[in-house]
């Protein structure tokens, strides 16, 4: 079973980085079963999808795992919590009616939902990661007018800037995937203060270290 792990940059999966590494340097031991890559794509949808394709069209796997921080609509995740995003959304893909914005799929140019198609509950036997709906964005909100707006139509409790592309990606390859966030902030005017990033990072990776050594058992 081959397993790539993607992430938008090498800060996010730092340590993960180094465990995979430290598994394919120890002779006779880790890799019994599964072969574990990393893909560091850079940040966005175009860059994930365009680094993520390219890697799928020239290799196999069996499983993509999608890591990364994202900010969090929800004031029930506390700041560092992880969540299992199984439903997430490109929020702009579409169009403005004046008021009113038409999803691309309601336009009928094509899709803008997609979802994972792999549970955390499939591969890992740990401590329960809760399930969460997302959007991905270009633009990160930080304008109370606009968070409002946004959760009026869409409802959504995470926000990141690649998670549907990564969905999207995988699907059109037909490469199994997921995706796991750790809260960094809140979706709020910007506010760097009450930001937990190095919480977020190190919990993210206490995970992944966990995960990988689980799978590699």
């Not at 997302?134 to 990160?140: D, F, R, S």
């Not at 959760?151 to 995706?179: D, K, T, Y």
């Not at 966030?181 to 190190?202: C, F, H, M, P, T």
Request: aromatic letters at 8%; a negative charge.
């Amino acid at each position: 079973m081959r397993i790539l792990f993607v992430a938008a940059t090498e800060f996010e999966v730092e340590s993960l980085k180094s465990e995979v590494e430290s598994l394919k340097k120890k002779p006779g031991l880790g890799l019994h079963t599964h072969d574990f890559g990393l893909l560091i794509t850079g940040v966005g949808m175009v860059a994930t999808a365009f680094a993520l394709g390219r890697e799928l069209t020239t290799n196999q796997y069996d499983l993509a795992i999608n890591l990364g921080i994202a900010g969090s609509f929800d004031r029930d995740i506390a700041l560092g919590d992880l969540v299992e995003i199984t439903d997430d959304t490109i929020a702009e893909l579409g169009a403005e009616d004046d008021e009113t914005f038409l999803p691309i799929n309601q336009m009928g140019f094509g899709e803008s939902n997609f979802k994972a198609s792999k549970q955390l509950s499939a591969i890992y036997k740990g401590q329960s990661i809760r399930q969460t709906s997302a959007i991905t964005v270009n633009t990160v909100h930080g304008n109370q007018a606009s968070i409002q707006k946004i959760q009026q139509r869409l409802n959504v409790q995470i926000e990141s800037m690649e998670g549907a592309a990564f969905f999207f990606a995988c699907r059109e390859a037909g490469v199994p995937c997921m995706q796991i966030r750790a809260v960094s902030n809140y979706v709020e005017k910007r506010n760097r203060d009450a930001w937990q990033i190095g919480l977020a990072v190190k919990n993210l990776n206490t995970f992944a270290a966990e995960l990988l050594r689980m799978l590699d058992g």
